[in-house]
Every structure is written in C-alpha cells, then in structure tokens.
C-alpha cells in the first residue's frame, strides 16, 4: 500500500516561512506526479502546488510567487516550501498523486498567526 507521511509543519508568524517535507513509498514516486493540497476548516481540500515527473510544476493563484514546490527523486521526497506566510494559509497539509488519488496521509498542520 502506498504511503505519504508528510511534515514540517508548524506556527509560524504571518510573513514567515515553513518547508514541508513528503516522503513516499518508493514504489510510485518515480513514475507519478507529486501534488501539495491543503484542507482549511470547514473549508474543501484543495490543490495548491503540483511537480510532474520532469519537474514542471503549477501553482494556484493564491500562492504564485510565495511557495515552491520541488522533488528529490532519491529521497522519494517531495516539497513545498513556504514563504510569505499569510494567516489564510492556515490548514493541514497533504501530498497525494494528482492524476490517481490514494489514501491520505496525516498531512502536517500549518498555523499562520496574524
């Protein structure tokens, strides 16, 4: 079974900076793309920085310019490093493969103060 134990998660002080850390089971790391999502309360998870398997990578608007997503592909390990912090980044965050959704990991909660 495929596995994504994410962490590097934390409170922070709005305008600072985390970088979370995802490591996956080596079975698919390689061959698949890597996605960051995050899950506000009350609010729906969503997709907000993805890496292909050739290091493209994309981005939601509300975090262009402020996070960047990269992979290490001998440490299976994917991430996302955060700038700029905002207090509306504030959610748990997860990693998952984008074109085939599998079972979540605990994801790693961010807290931004104002």
């Known amino acids: 079974q495929v596995q994504f134990v994410e962490s590097g998660g934390g409170l922070v002080q709005s305008g600072g900076s985390l970088r979370l850390s995802c490591v996956v089971s080596r079975s698919i790391f390689t061959i698949y793309n890597m996605g960051w999502y995050r899950q506000a309360s009350g609010k729906q998870r969503e997709l907000v920085a993805s890496?292909?398997?050739?290091?493209?990578?994309e981005y939601t608007d509300s975090v262009k310019g402020r996070f960047t997503v990269s992979r290490d592909n001998a440490k299976n390990t994917a991430y996302l490093q955060m700038n700029n912090l905002k207090p509306e980044d504030t959610a748990v965050y997860y990693c998952?493969?984008?074109?085939?959704?599998?079972?979540w990991g605990q994801g790693t909660l961010v807290t931004v103060s104002s």
């Open positions: 998952n493969t984008p074109t085939y959704l599998r079972v």
């Open positions: 890496i292909t398997i050739t290091d493209n990578t």
